[in-house]
């Protein structure tokens, strides 16, 4: 073997990396118990915890934040919470942006509206501007966007530069949202949230694990972003009123203290209240900050103090509760960003209403322009703001009432800057200079951007999960695994004795090993569909060290030594191996590219699989052999047992001759689906047509035909329900209101089911205690989801086609290949559309169906390749041999191995099936269908195709010779 030494290094290298993550892991998850004793149930007493030690460094020099951005995250199918998509309203940013008066504008506008919220392949600036030349075909943008952004849109710029100026707008619009997002889920409070833009430029998605109150973050992500110029006190001019808080507090947290002792109906009062709000006061407001500038003689400026994170609260409380104190026009806001390196300490400032309604002074939507640069003196950063006429006037006004004192920027209740008014600013052109680092610039620069880009966001897409649910479907994720491994490890040892039985047992183990250590590298999320990935990979990977020790048998049988043999069954199988798991991996990432969430896991962690299993199997494998060859051990291996001779012989079979019956059969198949599609039709999932699934738990086994009943009065005739697992557990889905732009459209359907299922729900509860999740998918999301699930099926058929035209030379081989994959696909499809009424589970096509077809379609190739390798090989032994024959003995020759993987895989899912859960139950169904129908496609399509094709081009050949 050469190269022994290399791949020695490599393995120990990736054990060690897999090592050095996975260990982040299990740190994590040893604060996580402890936060859990702590808290004894209080989610928000753990969270408590788990933020006091965020910035603490307590391993191997990284600090508790850190550790949990490393380690493995469970999915919101495992652990509970919400997941959403939004999308932010371009609609409003053209607004903006734009001469509202036009008439054609605002009708293109609006078809845009109805087109994108319909769904489309293009974007929202594209769909505008075909809209706009359909119904002007002579009109300019330029006539419409120049007026307000004359500085970057001159009255003579063609469609062209204006659409790509307004591209540009939408994506800093949505980097403020992205932006605006992700500090409102830090402040809520959720423990390792996910948020990441999506391919479409104005969608986001946000994972927040944990969740227990949806509809507060509903209203929490809906809102749109609030920029605000205020004006400041200087911290000395309320250097009284300080000292009578500070005062004040002290005698309240004296009489707190007191209150265990004492009867007074007064402090019991207080103390009853300060309990509701789960606000502790222990000592005096002044002890509650690190640095108190309002106790230091000679502090300037609008910074009451600086005060640790975790006493924020407090501070809080006691600014409300004696607000009566102060100026009623004070204000007090906390800073965005912390100032240390630890981010514990946050600054708070205090603001000064302005006019009657002692509000900001000035708000942000007359910011027409804001860039971040580097100032002319040096390498400074500054940025660099421009308002509009009224803005300026205004600002010149204030500017020069405030000189000498800071003028602070608000976002969301938050200041992110308070700069010093110099001197009066005339022209509505300022620049904010500080200590800024490029980064700060640039968050400076979108937050000041937000102010004219009041682009709301609507939730497009929404996934609940209760955290029961998460529970269980952990369970019978670890459960259906163990019991995975288990039975690949007894079928391999009966296949080919206890020794390389073994030997691959190890090589799964490893390869479980890398695959979870380079998910923790790449700080994946483990899903349901992800474990389901996982083991799928593994049986997969037995398929590779089948391969292998076919081969050997068949070199045994050929009277070789076992050293030779293993030497030349390693060389010979390489090939095929190498073709399988490359078509699998094209295949993988296709799902990656297309799918979302848990699709995109399951992509991920089959990728990581299949390449990790090729290490496993050609390479680690074969150094334990020769390990223990170089020692004079395992020199009586045969690679055979009494198993394995009893069920399997040698073969001889005519394939080429029996696939006419076998065409036949299928040709009928075809028939009876195609039939089956106009009649009993596909029972099509919301990710295709739009919707939400209510998932409820009842105490008593129901009727799904009763619960319908009673639901589609009250859900206008929309509700389907199907039986979910145990017969006291249902999925509700409806398309009712998916429509509504109600902010409490999800409030009223929680409502409406409510009210259909009174008879159902356990005396004191509400209907709320039932639901276990919700998930709702929006029109325009259906739409992609349909469009990329065709795409991303047709580009999987060209890329297998394409490749095996790259690999054998030959278009006959090509086509056998998609014209079996095709007939797999189709199986697929058309045995759902018969079975989907009458099966025990849901059968819907939704993404998980087209993430079965392509994993289908990834698996059944394998069996394909391997008989054209075979082909090929002997082919290149006897090129004038007959075809036919060539053809039947190639698949003769690999039977073994086909019935042998194909057992693996189908006991694997097996076990996925029938105790993996019900998220991930039609999707091994679809599997099962395509791993019996792949095998049978291999045998009596893809290889009679192709030997016809070539027969045709070698009798051509022969005429053109005579």
Known sequence: MQNKGFIKVFAVILTLICLFYLSFTLVGRQYDKKAEAYAKGDLELKNQYLDSLSTEKVYLGYTLKQIREKEIGLGLDLKGGMNVIVEMDVAQVLRALANTDDPQFNQALQETIVQNRKGSSSDFVTLFRQNYERINPNGKLANIFSITMSDRVAPTATNDQ???????????????????????????????????????????????????????????????????????????????????????????????????TTTDSTVVAETTEAEERKTVIEKSFIEYFAQPYFAMSGAT????????????????????????????????????????????????????????????????????NAKADQSQQGSAWEVNMTMNSAGASRWATITGAEKGKCIAIVLDGYVYSAPVVKDRIEGGRSSISGRFSAEEAGDLENVLKSGKMKAGVRIVQEDVVGPSLGKEAIHDGFVSFVIALIVLFIFTCLLYGFIPGMVINGALLVNFFFTLGILA??????????????????????????????????????????????????????????????????????????????????????????AVSFLTAVFLTRLIYEYQFDRNRWQKLTFNTAFSKAIFNVYNFDFIHNSKKVLLGVAIFVVVSIISL?????????????????????????????????LQPVLGGSAQVITIGSSNQVRISTNYMIDSESATVEEDLVSLLGQGLKEYITPGNSISDHILSSQKVGPSVAEDTMKNAFLALTIALICMGIYI???????????????????????VIGLYSLLWKVMP????????????????????????????????????????????????????????????????????????????????????????????????????????????????????????KR
């Open 805 to 827: 035209f790259a690999r054998f030379r030959n278009w006959a081989f090509s086509v056998g290949t998609v014209a079996a994959l095709a007939v797999d696909t189709f199986a």
């Open 521 to 610: 590298a790449f700080q994946a999320v483990l899903t349901l569909p992800g474990i389901a990935g996982m083991i799928l990979s593994l049986a997969m990977a037995v398929d590779a060290n089948v391969l292998i020790n076919e081969r050997i048998k068949e070199e045994l049988a050929n009277g070789k030594s076992l050293r030779k043999a293993l030497e030349d069954g390693y060389k010979n199988a390489f090939s095929a191996i190498l073709d399988s798991n490359l078509t699998t991996i094209i295949t993988g990432i296709i799902l990656a590219i297309f799918g979302t969430g848990p699709i995109k896991g399951f992509a991920v962690t089959l990728i990581i699989g299949i």
């Open 301 to 368: 400026g609008p910074i009451v103090g600086t005060a640790a994170k975790n006493d924020t609260a407090a501070v809080n409380f006691l600014l409300q509760r004696y607000k009566d104190l102060f100026p009623a026009d004070v204000r007090f806001k906390w800073g965005f960003k912390p100032i240390d390196q630890r981010e514990t300490y946050f600054e708070l400032y205090a603001l000064k209403g302005d006019g009657t309604r002692r509000g900001p002074a000035l708000e942000g939507d007359v910011v027409t």
């Open 841 to 960: 589970f849901s059968m819907e096509i939704d993404q998980t169906f087209v993430a079965a077809i392509l994993t289908i379609v990834g698996y059944s190739i394998n069996d394909k390749v391997v008989v054209f390798d075979r082909f090929r090989e002997v082919h290149q032994l006897y090129p004038k041999r007959e075809l036919r024959a060539i053809f039947n003995d190639s698949m003769n020759a690999v039977l073994a191995r086909t019935i042998n993987t194909g057992l693996s895989t189908i006991l694997v899912i097996f076990c996925i099936l029938f105790l993996g859960g019900d998220a991930v139950r039609s999707f091994v169904f679809a599997m099962l269908i395509g791993v019996v129908v792949g095998t049978v496609t291999s045998l009596f399509v893809a290889s009679p195709v192709a030997y016809s094709i070539m027969k045709r081009q070698r009798e051509k050949q022969a005429e053109l």
């Open 678 to 710: 106009f009649t009993l039709k596909l029972n099509s999932g919301i990710d295709f047509t739009g919707g939400r699934n209510y998932i409820v738990r009842f105490d008593q086994p129901v009727k799904t035909g009763d619960i319908e009943e009673v």
């Open 162 to 260: 204006v659409v790509a100026v307004l591209r540009q707008e939408v994506k800093s619009a949505a980097d403020n949202s992205f932006n605006v997002l992700r500090t409102r889920i830090d402040r809520f409070g959720v423990v390792a949230p996910n948020i990441q833009r999506l391919d479409q430029a104005e969608r986001i998605l946000i994972e927040m694990p944990g969740i227990t109150e949806p509809e507060r973050v509903r209203n929490l992500l809906q809102g749109s972003a609030n920029l605000e110029f205020w004006k400041t006190y200087n911290v000395n001019e309320l250097g009284s009123f300080f000292n009578e808080i500070n005062t004040r507090s002290a005698e309240y947290a004296q009489a707190l203290r007191g209150a265990a």
